[in-house]
């Protein structure tokens, strides 16, 4: 793992909040959403979490954000997802942490507000809400969806929290890649938490959206579901069942009164399921023995 310093900031010398960005070949995407936070760099440190493997490296992109006073390092120690959260929280040295994905921007005064919510408000732990944006039909249709379940806490999961909480949960599970983010979501309001939702907002690129892409995506997440399904059954349940697909008919319908929109919607969230069913029963059946290998 190396890491790129960052060059000398005031907010360096005691910053507040943390920003954990893991990434992989996104650079377009980390610019965007670097350029996001100088506006709101005031006390601020990020940490972005690149993979070894990327084929992008990032480090010749930030002695520019540097230059406008953004406090942000780059390591490369991200195997996954939740690998790279919780090994960039380590890197880190603020009171509190934001977990960002590349493909998003932060909306106007979000880290201020973050800020008072938990300094000034005494609370625990962030829910933000998230508006997704992309190109196509399918993008449109999974920004119809994001609309669906705005305020559902089976699908909304915490991202900002104090650092002593994250780490007295454990931090994100390493071995997950299905829902890594609601596994430490539900393991921290186990705890008591106090935890509010936030008025500013992300923004989410789902950039050009097709089918076969969302199909793959949803069955490599797949891959860790028993896991997670193991650990929250309940809630893995109420997560991933097919019933959820009429409720989700009904607020498309109901959001957007398109039907050609909602029809898109629904046969993409089937095909996203029946992926994802398709790679837990890979995972979990046992496969044809070769040789000596093990079946």
Known sequence: MSAVPSAPTPSQAAPRIAVV????DSAPQ???????????????????NEDERTSGP??????????????????RDNPSRAAGRRRGVRLTSAAVVLHLDSDMTAGPGLLAECRRL??????????????SV??????????????CWDGDSAVESL??????LYDRVGGHDEGLVWSEDKDLDLRVRATGARITTTRSVLIHDEGRTTLRAAMRKKAHYAATAGRYA??????????????????????AWRLS??????????LLKTCEFAAAGAALLAAVLPGPRRGGGRG
């Open 159 to 164: 991202r900002c929290l104090r650092r002593e």
């Open 134 to 147: 992309g190109v196509g039909f399918w993008a449109r249709c999974k920004v119809l969806e994001k609309r």
């Open 21 to 24: 960005v893991p990434t992989r």
């Open 230 to 251: 193991a650990r929250h059954p309940r809630h893995f349940a109420a997560q991933a069942g097919p019933w959820r697909l009429p409720v989700l008919a009904a607020r």
């Open 257 to 266: 009164r398109d039907p050609v929109l909602t029809a898109g919607l629904l």
């Open 58 to 75: 990032l480090a010749p992109a930030l002695p520019a954000f540097h230059a406008r006073g953004l406090d942000v390092r780059l390591a």
């Open 118 to 131: 938990i300094e000034d408000e005494g609370y625990d732990a962030l829910v933000i809400p998230e508006v």
């Open 30 to 48: 980390v610019g965007r959403l670097l350029d996001s936070l100088v506006q709101q760099r005031e006390g601020l440190e990020v940490l972005v």
